[in-house]
């Protein structure tokens, strides 16, 4: 079992950065893949970043690619998402969400953390 915990959300002007937070509870937190989603009003929840369980391999949407940069530090039992040139249209809600392998998809992320929201102002 997995409990996680979102942080960091804010308002930011366009073109400001912010840095989320998400730190998971249990001491599996190693063993798990994490990622970041985000929902905005009106819209589905879609894939922003992605991270595997030692930091090898990262993924990320098109639309945050060299914008956002996902890490995490097993130590600390926490994933970050760090996001820079922030736009108005990356305003939504930030998940963080764990599950075994890797994914793009919110299918299969067994875990999810309640949320955090980020509104970019232009």
């Known amino acids: 079992q997995v409990q996680l915990v979102e942080s960091g959300g804010g308002l930011v002007q366009a073109g400001g950065s912010l840095r989320l937070s998400c730190a998971a509870s249990?001491?599996?937190?190693?063993?798990?893949?994490m990622g970041w989603f985000r929902q905005a009003p009106g819209k589905e929840r879609e894939f922003v970043a992605a991270?595997?369980?030692?930091?090898?391999?990262?993924y990320y949407a098109d639309s945050v690619k060299g914008r956002f940069t996902i890490s995490r530090d097993n130590a600390k039992n926490t994933v970050y998402l760090q996001m820079n040139s922030l736009k108005p249209e990356d305003t939504a809600v930030y998940y963080c969400?764990?599950?075994?392998?890797?994914?793009?998809?919110?299918?299969?992320?067994?875990?999810w953390g309640q949320g955090t929201q980020v509104t970019v102002s232009s």
């Open positions: 969400a764990a599950r075994g392998v890797i994914a793009t998809t919110a299918r299969g992320y067994d875990y």
């Open positions: 249990g001491r599996t937190f190693s063993r798990y893949a």
């Open positions: 991270i595997s369980w030692n930091s090898g391999s990262t």
